[in-house]
């Protein structure tokens, strides 16, 4: 399948429990942050976004906390669900929403959601 | 009533051809972009249009060239295509200077160089 050979950095949960997806961003600039989901053959889907100016941002099931003193961001799923199970990326801008703006994506992490 | 589509989905040629992916996007937005994602799942940035303009150039081998016809299409040309152009490509786009800056992105081009 398409993991075959792949050597990403996973996290295997069982279905019902919380998940804790972590990332390191470099840029102690970057003052915007985006968690992306990637199901197997599709694109980065958005999840929830952050701005430097905020710790903790929660949406449905997902909440997102970010610590500028460590440049570290996390993503928490709540009750995780089969559906969940994806490459997580998150990704850092430095741009503020300028004309320059890009992303910068980390890794990403695989999360395996177990019955 | 897809917002960002990309074609062709899959794309297999040999080595030397010249191949062109087609990206629109439906949102309204005024920023586009090509993404790279390698074998082990790397996504990195290689060009950006903003209102028809080259924003950003990562790098990229001149042998790559974007197209942007209006604000709703980015296209990707690629000439003398090699063996490590092998990966999927991404179209996204994004509203600038709003309240969120995430950038949408399309279903991918899995192109295949042998």
């Known amino acids: 399948g398409e993991s075959v050979g792949l050597h990403l950095p996973t996290l295997s949960v069982q279905e019902g429990d919380n998940s804790i997806i972590n990332c390191a961003y470099s840029n102690s600039a970057s003052d915007y942050f985006i968690w992306y989901k990637q199901e197997s053959g599709k694109g980065p889907q958005f999840i929830i976004d952050?701005?430097?100016?905020?710790d903790k941002r929660q949406g449905q099931r997902v909440t997102v906390l970010l610590n500028k003193t460590v440049k570290h961001l996390s993503l928490q799923i709540a009750a995780t669900q089969p559906g969940d199970s994806a490459v997580y990326f998150c990704?850092?801008?430095?741009?503020?929403?300028?004309?320059?703006?890009?992303?910068?994506f980390g890794t990403g992490t695989l999360l395996a959601v177990q019955p | 009533d897809t917002a960002v589509s990309q074609t062709p989905k899959y794309l297999v040629t040999q080595m030397g051809n010249d191949k062109s992916i087609k990206c629109e996007q439906n949102?309204?937005?005024?920023?586009m972009y090509w993404y790279k994602q390698d074998s082990k799942k790397f996504l990195k940035i290689m060009f950006s249009?903003?209102?028809?303009?080259?924003?950003i150039n990562e790098t990229v081998p001149n042998r790559f060239s974007p197209k942007s016809p209006d604000k709703a299409h980015l296209n990707l040309h690629i000439n003398s295509l090699e063996l490590g152009d092998s990966a999927v490509y991404f179209c996204?786009?994004?509203?600038?200077?709003?309240?969120?800056?995430?950038?949408?992105f399309g279903q991918g081009t899995r192109l295949t160089v042998v």
């Open positions: 249009y903003n209102n028809k303009e080259l924003i």
């Open positions: 952050i701005r430097s100016n905020m």
């Open positions: 949102l309204g937005h005024d920023t």
């Open positions: 996204a786009s994004s509203r600038l200077g709003g309240p969120r800056a995430e950038a949408f």
């Open positions: 990704a850092e801008s430095s741009a503020g929403g300028g004309a320059t703006n890009k992303l910068i």
